[in-house]
């Protein structure tokens, strides 16, 4: 690796060049059969024509335009994905990262209800910088850097009298993911999803909902909460809604973006017609609904084939959509490395969690192969 970058990340020991279709190729030509979609980025693998094409024709007309100018592919993209979300929702700020869509959430928040305490959840994570990272419940991510922002109070994912305990007068909102996806792709038990959006609306605080991984058809709905009944009132979106290119996207009410003055949140390249152009071009996808329909089918049938999976180094196997998960009873890292000597990309989810989140392009096929390789890797001597 690079001696001039700083060494935040762990090695993975490959370099690759090129990308295409759901692989990814390194200076040799060797191929790696990519399960990790860049944490979900590559939504629709490599080089996928139309949203090649489309960025394509932007990047040779206009990159950068700040949003104190006007940009048609800005203006269409918004209105666009805001026809995608739930109604509620109705305008967007957008950004280029999950975790600068996460502190627009915090700020709009504040500025809507003008309170700082906030309620989120254990193994939760929204992102590194200073705000998304007082949400992240690991302490892994948070000791090092605290005292951290406000006021946040963590509760177990699924235990409803801890919630109801912890908001009062001066919450201003509570944060989750639908389905906790660094924290291991952690499903709410059943009704607790529904019984948060009660809450919130009851008690009168904001719901926040980070749907930044399991957003833009993830779990084979276009956003996860539409599947659990969820109605945020903020609800962040990143990773592969540009096509690859940077983004995140905080989507608000006319309530509260009625709250946001001039001047006080605002973002250099947030907006860019180049990241909007990306935007325009993977929505169109989802037109017909067989991009949905394909992503629900690859991933039942990808857990149903996990779940056959019977090993003692197994101790389950979860998921939803295209987000799914094997726990191991042993650090994942091994497995993880061995699935990459037969070249295949998955990605940890915590110490000790496999965790897939192909492209929607896979099929049946590199499934099938994935299975056959992971049955082979359980096999050896870790
Ligand atoms: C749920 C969730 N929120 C926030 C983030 C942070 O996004 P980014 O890394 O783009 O800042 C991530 C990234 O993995 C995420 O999965």
Redesign the pocket.
Known sequence: MNDYLVASYPNRGVTFVEGKGAYLIEKSGRKYLDFASN??VSIFGYQYPSITRALKKQLSKIVNIHGSFGSDARDEAAKLLVSHCNGKLQRVFFSS????A?EAALKFAKLASGKTHFVAMEEG?????LG?LSATGSLKYRQQFEPLLWSFAHVPFGDKDALVKSVNKDTAAVIL?PVQ??GGINLAPKGYLQFVQKLCNEKGILLIV?E??TGIGRTGTFLAGEQFGLKPDIL?L??GLAGGIPI?ATLVTEEIAQTIPLHVHTSTFGGNPLACAGILAVLKEFEDGKVLKHVREMGDYFLAKLKTLKHPKISEVRGIGLMLAIELSQNATPVLKALQNAKIIAIPAGSNIVRFLPPYIISKKEIDLVIAVFKKVLSFEF
């Open positions: 944490y979900g990262s999950g975790s600068e996460m994570y929204h992102g590194k910088t998304g993911e996806g660094e980070d930044i991984q962040c990143g990773k995140g």
